[in-house]
């Protein structure tokens, strides 16, 4: 055991902060005691920390490498940093915690030899629980909604896959700005649980937006990419960036919006802007 977790550190050590994946948020139980030194930035210190937890690992410390792992996602959620956490998690047969931290990794950029590992230890834990447990899939729209079983915060955010018990299960899907929903999934090993799909309704005032960014650029609004050129959705009256992204004849740019409720008129004219 730990000659192959050696290996599996040689093979996602070629994994750096360039090849992070972006993590929306992480829960209390996801962070680590380690903090970063006197102007260190951030994924410097995550490199440290997860390099450190990559050594204990070696020397059978298995727990306080996880710890490593976890503070070093604290810090910043570099690619291999969230496997590790995950592979500690197998390796400590916490297989139900180790789930999402496998099936994240898979989002990352891998290399074929990568992400073969990656799915083998996801398989590895499916069939350790294969008995007792089922993986669905959770979207929610919006996306990007924190999951939670049974008022168990899970990891990552919508959509995700979930490894669901048999039996009833509280399925929370909950946003801010958005009413929580909660939907009870029942299930067994003869009646696999469905995936499920959750339509959030929105808790604060809202009003219809309509974006005109240049010829061919992608509109992002607060960070999500919701169109090309033209775009009509519903906003949160208040505080919003709109991005129009680079095109052939334009730079990429950004500007806040202050959304109005109705009646008053929310159509921001981007189109013309030369960078």
């Keep these: 055991m730990r000659r192959t977790f050696a290996r599996i550190a040689t093979v996602f050590a070629m994994l750096t902060a360039s090849a992070a994946v972006i993590v929306p948020s992480l829960p209390a139980h996801a962070e680590g005691g380690d903090t970063a030194k006197a102007d260190e930035p951030a994924d ?8 450190e937890g990559k050594k204990l690992v070696v020397s059978g410390k298995y727990e306080e490498a996880l710890d490593k792992f976890r503070a070093s996602l604290k810090l910043f959620p570099l690619s291999n940093a969230i496997f590790n956490v995950g592979s500690m998690l197998y390796t400590l047969k916490q297989f139900e915690e180790a789930f999402p931290f496998l099936d994240y990794t898979l989002r990352a950029p891998l290399d074929p030899r990568q992400r073969e590992i990656v799915l083998q230890y996801r398989e590895n834990v499916i069939t350790q629980l294969k008995g007792t447990h089922a993986v669905i899939q959770v979207e929610s729209s919006p996306p990007g909604a924190q999951v939670a079983l049974n008022n168990k915060p899970l990891p990552f955010e919508t959509p995700m896959k979930v490894l669901v018990p048999f039996g009833a299960t509280d399925i929370t899907v909950s946003l801010p700005g958005f009413k ?19 339509r959030l309704e929105r808790d604060d005032p809202d009003a219809a937006v309509t974006v005109f960014c240049p010829p061919g650029a992608d509109i ?7 169109g090309v050129e033209q775009v009509r959705t519903r906003l949160l009256v208040g505080t919003h960036m709109v991005r129009c992204g680079k095109t052939a004849n334009n730079k990429a740019f950004e500007r806040e919006v202050q959304v109005r409720p109705a009646p008053q008129a929310n159509a921001y004219e981007f189109s013309t802007v030369k960078q």
């Design 220 to 226: 992002f609004i607060d960070g999500l990419m919701v």
């Design 44 to 51: 410097r210190a995550a490199e440290r920390l997860n390099e």
């Design 180 to 198: 929580a929903t909660t939907k009870v999934v029942n299930s067994s090993r003869a009646d696999p649980p469905k995936d499920v799909r959750v």
